[in-house]
């Protein structure tokens, strides 16, 4: 059993971790922004660029209108498309390190380029939810942020893969992707009644079906509410789990085995307030494997974002690189 007051032990420690410096005297960032995020603000992107000359440094600059336009720009900047070259690459020289402005998914689509080329990549939230910032910067302003990537210091954290997709945060069923499709286009609540009532809602929402689940070799069925799989401590913008370990190479699995009988509202509330005690009806399992069926035609959260699954099992793995995380 775990309590919500271990995860300021496992900050302390994860803060005291050594970090790694990129040796270039003058870097070169390939900065990559989501003109659609939630609170995209040409301000921002402005004083990003501002401070990356203000510190010595040269910059690329993407704004592509699409994800796939993102990923595939994000691509060339990181020298995986032969064919294609960064046009400032010949100014400046190669990028050496990815910058993503908006949210979750602008960051995962970024972190799969840097991922691949061993380039460290940061974010400056602008998102919705910004799960990744929350832990990686808790302070959430795109100053504050800006400044922290750009110092250049990095740690190496897991990666997950979800079928063939990397995720980096965290990845969901039931619960988790109704609360993100009732927040679609509003602001997250900014007390805990409103989680309240919004956690009330989603998981009355949840179509409950018999599934398996396999941790390692720990296997069972259930019907659950509740199933997420978490390299990071935050989904929808809410610190669900409580001790992730972002390098320690296992995945953490939350889920209610037993049905909560209508309190999915105080859950949600608690979790919000970090007062969540996981026990019997919501445990927490860490493990190097995890299998789930059936699946076809459910949503899946993915780093806060929506998927539609066409396969009828998730097999959820660890990739056997890290990511360098600014």
Partial sequence: ??????????????????????????????????PKATSHSRSVV????????????YYTLAEPDSSHDLLHQAQVMAGLIKDEVSPDEERFGKITGLIAVGGDGTFNLVARAAHDADLPVGIIPTGRFN?????????????AATAKVLEGNYRKVDVGIVGDRPFFGSI?????????????????????????????QAAAKVKMQKTLLKVDAVKFDFEPIFLNVNLLPYSVGLPF???SIADDGLVEVLCD???????????????????????????????????CQPTQGRILYVDGELVKLQTNSLDISLHGKQLMLL
């Fill in 172 to 200: 969901g069923l039931g619960l988790v992707p109704e609360l993100a499709a009732a927040l679609e286009g509003k602001r997250t609540p900014l007390l805990g009644i409103g989680w309240s009532r919004l956690g009330a």
């Fill in 257 to 291: 085995q037993r049905p909560l009988l209508g309190n999915y509202s105080s859950f949600v509330r608690q979790i919000y307030k970090r007062n969540y005690l996981f026990g019997k009806e919501v445990c927490i399992y860490r493990g190097k494997s995890i299998l």
């Fill in 1 to 34: 059993m775990f309590t919500l007051s271990r995860r300021s032990e496992l900050v302390i420690l994860g803060a005291m971790q050594r970090r790694r410096h990129q040796k270039s005297a003058a870097p070169h960032w390939g900065v990559l922004v989501n």
């Fill in 131 to 143: 799960n990744i910032a929350r832990w990686l910067y808790g302070e959430l302003k795109p100053s």
């Fill in 46 to 57: 402005e004083s990003i660029t501002k401070e990356i000359k203000r510190r010595g440094g």
């Fill in 241 to 243: 789990s409580p001790v």
